[in-house]
């Protein structure tokens, strides 16, 4: 796991692993049954459950924020999957991510940057319903105005706020009813390897000669 989350933190090839890790081929082996298997996502959701009730918030949210980030790709990123984001002036791809209100993944998805956030919000919510069954509310930025509200509200059944950034605003800032809170915004969230080795959380640490 330590080695999977190296790769996903420093963007390395799989060959490149450091010694003290296993032997690439193993580490590769294990994230590809892994991620067929729904390991990880399965590994993300639980932690999450836990620092939610650490929290004393319930196990699993009722409300989202989601928000998307445009960002460059590799030379070896083909064509099919990359795109130009001309607002952002950037050639590459785009994450399209939906946080509880403590700033915990829920889900992300991978675009080429050229897509626009308000259909690709669908699929995106379309996700978050099937993952997070609970959730009804959603906040997001300017970028999703238009018919995305109307359209989860008849379809997936969730109602979508447009929360306007104030001047020099860094992090989204909602009050729901259980009281104000600060959460990041999805799109401050470092760059991931895949979607399927994404997480909420800081990059953990090398480890030492003692870890698993």
């Not at 238009?146 to 989860?152: I, P, V």
């Not at 989204?172 to 009813?177: E, K, L, T, V």
Request: hydrophobic letters at 35%; one cysteine or more.
């Amino acid at each position: 796991m330590d080695a999977i989350r190296y790769i996903t933190d420093n963007g390395s090839k799989w060959r490149a692993l450091p010694a003290d890790f296993p032997p690439w081929k193993t580490v590769h082996g294990f994230f590809t049954r892994w991620r067929a298997a729904g390991v990880i996502e399965r590994i993300r959701d639980a932690l999450r459950e836990q620092l939610r009730l650490r929290a004393g918030r319930d196990r699993y949210p009722s409300a989202a924020a989601i928000d998307s980030q445009s960002v460059r790709a590799a030379e070896t990123v083909g064509k099919p999957t990359r795109g130009y984001d001309g607002g952002k002036k950037v050639d590459g791809r785009k994450r399209h991510i939906a946080v509880d209100t403590l700033g915990l993944l829920l889900v992300v998805m991978v675009t080429a940057a050229n897509s626009q956030d308000r259909p690709t919000g669908r699929l995106l919510l379309s996700r978050l319903r099937q993952t997070q069954r609970r959730v009804r509310h959603i906040w997001a930025d300017g970028g999703y105005n238009g018919t995305l509200a109307d359209w989860a509200k008849t379809t997936v059944n969730m109602t979508v706020e447009i929360v306007k950034k104030l001047t020099g605003q860094k992090l989204s800032s909602c009050s729901p009813d259980a009281g104000s809170w600060n959460a990041p915004s999805p799109g401050s969230a470092r760059p991931a390897a895949t979607s399927a080795t994404t997480n909420a959380s800081p990059p953990t640490p090398r480890p030492s000669s003692t870890g698993p």
